[in-house]
């Protein structure tokens, strides 16, 4: 697969998402299935893993989704990039680094490795960021991790770490339905040679076309009962940009998923989308999203048409 740059570090442009095999759509596949559909991934071209200590069944407990990372990807380690995030939920306390270098060292044990290659502050509200950014740096300068990244947050705060530790990737929500990023945070990140880490790109299965106003989400850790897009209401609203995208995909001999996310990997040189998927074939269809070229002319139409639609639900910077 192409590749692009975060920082100094080399993915595959399209990454992959693992927070579903623990967390937040629904019911996870069994351990087994969700290293196949990891490895599957490598074997696909991929080579950019997302990861989170918090990942875990009901965001209770502390690192399942990294143990699954870990063994599925340990004997390809040197291969591939492993982000993973810190979240330092009653914030750094007074010593930023030795609470940060205790969290880590609890990843690397379970990612079965000795450094990671890119580690996200996973929300920011409540520390330091001039703290964090240089706590941050002495863990790249033990080689501890390669770069480090921020997410969910504003120019603002991404100016003030970039001061103190210059940053490799910022992860925000970014999608046809949630462009709040477009303004000036992805091209701050242009100017200052900082991935963009786009999550929920395909705004949790909207942006497929397969969910319909008649969807149920799972009862239980399933973040689609309130992500605002998809409250019935909202999907009826949103209908012209599905089929919009149904229409490209139709011209470009591609799914819908994967015109959203050729749509981003067209419109911006440091943007790398990590689609989170916990079936195997969805997973290698959205990596596929990097065989999608659209040409200029199709970009600048699709992106005027796309500019008359109204976005009907916001979830914006702030949440979670
Ligand atoms: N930094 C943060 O705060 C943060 C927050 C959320 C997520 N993330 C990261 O971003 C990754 C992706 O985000 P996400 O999973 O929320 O959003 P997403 O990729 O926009 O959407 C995932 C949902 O879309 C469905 N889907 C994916 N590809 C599809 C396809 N080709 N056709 C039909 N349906 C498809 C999936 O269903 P199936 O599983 O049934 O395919 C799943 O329900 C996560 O895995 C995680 O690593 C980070």
């Known amino acids: 697969m192409k590749t692009r740059m975060l920082g100094d570090i080399e993915v595959s442009e399209v990454g992959m998402g693992c927070m579903a095999f623990s967390h937040g759509y629904g019911k996870i596949p069994p351990e087994r299935y969700s290293i196949e559909a990891i490895r599957g991934a490598y074997e696909h071209g991929c080579t950019f893993f997302d ?11 502390i ?11 340990a004997s390809v380690r040197d291969e591939v990039v492993i982000a993973t995030k ?5 914030g750094l306390g007074g010593n930023a680094y030795r609470t940060m270098r205790e969290h880590l060292e609890g990843s ?4 079965q490795t000795d450094h990671v290659d890119l580690y996200y502050i996973h929300r920011s509200g409540g520390v330091r960021i001039e703290d964090a950014a240089e706590a941050m740096g002495r863990l790249i300068d033990e080689e501890l991790i390669c770069g ?15 001061q103190v530790t210059p940053l490799a990737a910022i992860q925000n929500i970014y999608s046809m339905v949630e462009r709040d990023s477009e303004e000036a945070i992805i091209p701050y ?3 200052h040679d900082i991935g963009f880490v786009p999550f929920s790109p395909i705004a949790s299965g909207l942006l497929s076309g397969k969910i319909t106003t008649e969807a149920k989400f799972e009862r239980r850790d399933d973040v689609r009962n309130w992500v605002p897009q998809l409250r019935r209401e909202n999907i009826a609203g949103n209908q012209p940009i599905i089929d919009l995208l149904a229409q490209y995909a139709e011209l470009k001999g591609a799914t819908s998923a994967q015109i959203s996310l050729a749509w981003m990997l067209h419109k911006w040189p440091n943007v790398v989308p990590i689609p989170g998927s916990k079936n195997k074939e969805r997973i290698l269809e959205n990596l596929d999203a990097s065989l999608v070229e659209l040409t200029d002319d199709e970009f600048t139409s699709f992106e ?3 500019d ?9 910077l702030g949440g979670f």
């Open 51 to 61: 990861t989170a200590e918090v990942y875990s069944p009901d965001l209770a407990g």
């Open 63 to 73: 690192g399942h989704n990294e143990l699954i990372v870990g063994k599925a990807l």
């Open 86 to 90: 810190i979240m330092p939920r009653g």
């Open 108 to 111: 690397l044990k379970r990612l």
């Open 148 to 162: 480090w990244g921020l997410s969910q947050v504003d120019v603002d705060v991404i100016d003030r770490a970039q």
């Open 189 to 191: 990140c242009v100017e």
């Open 304 to 306: 005027a048409a796309l």
């Open 308 to 316: 008359e639609c109204e976005v009907y639900g916001h979830r914006g």
